[in-house]
């Protein structure tokens, strides 16, 4: 069959295609005149960067490499990626063959070898990550881009196992995600140490800690999902665990929440917070995370406490606001419409929230290129074309179950029996640019719908085809399958699928999943996942470096028309509403038979209420999960619009991590430390955002580059130990931040305000000294009490900060010249503070008597100096 030859790759495109995709030769030693190589230039933990080149000379030692634009540069051996693959025709041809060489016949082999070439060819479907990368490279490299794995049994030995199998997936290139409910809350006995439990939550803490450790090791960082479900007792801790610096920061979070807690928030009923009982004397060999199964057995549930069902979901809404996370998961909605509903239960989603799985369950993942499909002549979509590559794409994911190597023979026995495949999507917004659809307008909702109606259906009749040619999936009931709350919706609007499947059955369990596609989307220069753009001229900072990059069908339209503005239906994700973003992620479910990674983005003044009708009109809408992604609601960010790049990392910052192909992070996406967003996000699960738009003169405010240095100070002050940050642009502190106190405390919060009221003063505007006359206004301001005696005497959080200022401006711009000044004041590092920040203790505000005597306890908030009790 004749193939269209691609275009030559360039670029960022190039940089990924070669680092993460193309077939690698270890031994770099092998190195000669003439190879085309991958060069570290920049070697960096933070903010590595990559090269293309061609080598010109080499010694023993060292090459000599010509890079693309032109410039030569020397560089170890050890510092270099040899690469077998040097064109995307070369990938094509082995991920063809290796799909093809599982069908049983040669005259088979040679039929489907030539299809999926087809398919393949100019990126008309972008197989996942995994499946690029490890197909016939390696028996060591799984081809499911991410795991769900059993929650852990209830026991050290339990959470032990469920550590290695953890540690053993990721280190195969495989993301992880992991119910958390299964562990008994904090403080609950634990009969055969006569002690207590330290809780659900500092589990977590220990996924999180090795997950960071295998991202320091291997090729690619490991992409962590943590969910507890919202009967926990915990459950409160978990939404709040990153709060608290240095728990939890190497995994995405999400809490799965049920149609009967949705009930009770709309309702404002109680919700009580259960386990089941620990003393049973099955309950080590029964319980398993799953509490319905647990109470049809006739087994006691202890309920620990009653609270508002409300109290929980502001909690959720309010931290998500803050920072993108927790996301949502809708799972008791979800397992509804599952196709196992009736033999194998959903119990927590991958790093990015798409594909939401059983236990041993896996991600089998591509994409349709949706931008290979506009008909120009019509002026519409190639809706026979995309057909085809739908029905063939559905029998090249098949495949990929029978090709993959299985490290765990119950991944195997489950995926085998279930062959569970996820067929998405990316350039859609290209696609709909293309016909001039406006993203988010209620014609693009038409649109979404029909051709996701479309594809959906085409997938399901071509598995249904490989069944009767090659037998359904062992788990497969006719009468129960077609009873999901899914294959409901798809026999009412396609009455003829019901009927194919009746008669020839189902290969796979379910066909369709919207991953994020961050990295292969980029690769082949097209908009990701179903997300809008991000923006037509961005900065990306990932592990290849710093790189600019342009979306050419905006480009295009530009030179062509240089006196004009874009047209409206060029949008970017920033320019819909959140209602729009959910609407569209709401039209394409409908569909999709996993889920979505979609990220909601919302502009920087969008409330905590804004937030939470957001929330429930993606409940309402039927969206199986919600993630939001608020400008400016982190620092840095995996996508600018401005050209921010440092040449040092900061000793006071860090960057988004760069979302992967396995969370191709957040969210239910978002981007996150891993992604959940955002990113996710990232990272996919992006944690991205458009310009920030401050309500200042532009001309006089400094805007924030995306990486500053500084230090944080140690006080200890009348109101607890207080670590205040201290960033420095051009040589002057431009951005303060205050941490007293605990989250939610009144503390808190007006350290908070102090923190960005002083930012903004240093920030804005060049009138004098700034720095001496802040120190100066904010010096010797007292409270109800100070700490310490002469020089070192603390008057309050503002006269620690004057003098953190007047201290900064004694030490040197290294970081590391930071040292101890005196008993009370101590110079952190980043690393330092984010541990010693975790032991911290602080009072509050008594909203009576007005003095730093306000402290937990018997449950409630009580002052010490004047007896005021917040509950009495």
Sequence with gaps: ???????????????????????????????KVGDTVLVLTKDDPKFPAKEVGEVISRNERIVKVKLRNGDIIESPVEKLTLTLEKTPEQLWNRLAGAMASVETTPEKQTEWTEKFRYILDDWKLVPGGR???????????????????????????????????????????????????????????????????????????????????????????????????????????FITVKQTMGQITNANLSVCVSNGFMKAVKEDLDWDLVYPDTTDPQYDQLWDGDLDKWKKLG????????????????????????SAEPGVVFMEYYNQMSNSWYFNPIICTNPCGEQGLPAWGVCNLSAVNLSKFYDAEKHDVAWDELGKVVRYSTRFLDNVIDKTPYHFEENRLNQQNERRVGLGTMGLAELMIMLQIRYGSPESLQFMDRIYGFMAKEAYLASADIAAE????????????????????????????????????????????????????????????????????????????????????AQDWKDAHPEEELPDYFVTSMDLSAEDHIRAQAAIQKWVDSSISKTANCPADFTVDDTKRLYELAFDLGCKGVTIYRDGSRDVQVLSTEKKEDKKSDASS???????????????????????????????????????????DDKQYKRRPQILRGATYKFNTPFG???????????????????????????????????????????????????????????????????????????????????ALEIHGEFSDDADDYVTATQEVVHETTAQYAVNRSSATSLDLCPSCGSASLINSEGCKNCTNCGYGKCS
């Design 1 to 31: 069959m004749e193939t269209v030859k691609s275009k030559k790759l360039s670029g960022l495109s190039e940089k990924i295609f070669l680092d993460r995709y193309a077939m690698k030769n270890a031994d770099t030693a092998l190195t």
């Design 131 to 237: 499946i690029a990368a490890g197909a016939d490279a390696s028996e060591e490299l799984t081809l499911f881009n991410c795991y769900v794995i059993p929650s852990p049994h209830d026991s050290r030995g339990g959470i032990m196992s469920s550590l290695t199998e953890m540690t053993e997936i990721m280190a195969r290139g495989g993301g992880v995600g992991i119910n958390l409910s299964s562990l008994r809350p904090r403080r609950a006995i634990v009969k055969g140490v006569n002690g207590s439990s330290s809780g659900a939550v500092s589990w977590g803490g220990l996924f999180s800690y090795t997950t960071g450790l295998i991202e320091q090791g291997g090729s690619r960082r490991g992409a962590l999902m943590l969910m507890m479900n919202d009967w926990h007792p915990d459950v409160a801790d």
């Design 299 to 322: 087994k006691q549930v202890n309920v620990y406490r009653t609270v508002k069902a409300r109290e929980i979901w502001h909690t959720i809404i309010e931290s998500a606001w803050k």
């Design 470 to 553: 090659k037998g359904s999936f062992t788990q497969f009931e006719a009468d129960k399958y077609l009873q999901s709350g899914f294959m409901k919706t798809m026999t009412s609007e396609f009455p003829e699928v019901g009927a194919v499947i009746q008669k020839k059955g189902m290969r796979n369990v379910t066909v369709i999943t919207q991953a994020p596609t961050g990295s292969t989307g980029t690769m082949v220069g097209t908009s990701t996942g179903i997300e809008p753009y991000f923006a037509f001229e961005y900065y990306r900072q990932s592990r290849l470096g710093f790189d600019k990059q342009y979306v050419p069908i």
């Design 654 to 696: 860090a960057v988004t991590p760069e979302p992967s192909e396995k969370s191709e992070v957040p969210a239910s996406s978002s981007s996150k430390e891993s992604g959940h967003t955002a990113l996710s996000s990232i990272g996919e699960s992006l944690a991205v955002s458009a310009p920030r738009t401050d309500r200042v």
């Design 721 to 803: 130990m207080a670590y205040i940050t201290i960033n420095d642009m051009n040589g002057s502190p431009v951005e303060i931040f205050l941490n007293v106190g605990k989250a939610g405390s009144d503390v808190f919060a007006m350290s908070e305000a102090l923190g960005r009221v002083c930012s903004l003063f240093l920030r804005y505007g060049d009138h004098g000294n700034k720095v001496q006359l802040l120190t100066k206004h904010l010096k010797g301001i007292g409270g109800s009490g100070a700490i310490g005696f002469g020089a070192n005497r603390v008057e309050s959080i503002a006269d620690a900060v004057a003098k």
